[in-house]
């Protein structure tokens, strides 16, 4: 709108119609005397039903950890090189942790991952005469 009186065409308006004009634009309505109240605004985001997201969200599949048991058979650096050569995604500092680990407490977690690729690591060390096993972590989400 234009304050000099004339509207979007041009066209000279009266001030109520002006009046009128610019409460509309502006989504007012009048709330007695001396003024009105903005409505809120629509919102550009669709509704969703929470409910139905937490519903319809697939599950992950389970995690499982491989763990390394000490035994008294198998030379520290032997099993460093098993870990190294059976999970590549282990570092040297990552090996000699978890070797130092199960030799201490007795077990160690080697990798968490989805339960397949949990028993092929597991087969892996075993087959390398380490002791090995797999068990589900926590519960999946």
Not at 75 to 91: A, E, F, G, M, Q
Not at 98 to 113: F, K, P, T
Request: with cysteine.
């Amino acid at each position: 709108m234009v304050a000099s009186g004339r509207g979007w065409l041009g066209v000279k308006q009266s001030k109520a119609r002006r009046q009128l004009a610019l409460a509309l634009a502006l989504n007012v309505r009048a709330a007695g005397p001396g003024g009105g109240v903005a409505d809120k605004p629509a919102t550009a985001f669709p509704k969703f039903d929470l409910d139905k997201d937490v519903r319809t969200r697939k599950k992950k599949p389970p995690r499982y950890q491989v763990l390394l048991h000490n035994d008294d058979v198998n030379r520290r650096d032997y099993v460093v090189k098993v870990l190294l050569k059976i999970v590549p995604t282990l570092t040297m500092d990552d090996a000699v942790n978890i070797m130092n680990e199960a030799h201490i407490n007795g077990m160690a977690a080697v990798i968490i991952c989805g339960q397949e690729e949990a028993e092929e690591y597991c087969e892996g060390l075993r087959k390398n005469g380490l002791i090995s096993t797999i068990e589900p972590v926590g519960p999946s989400d």
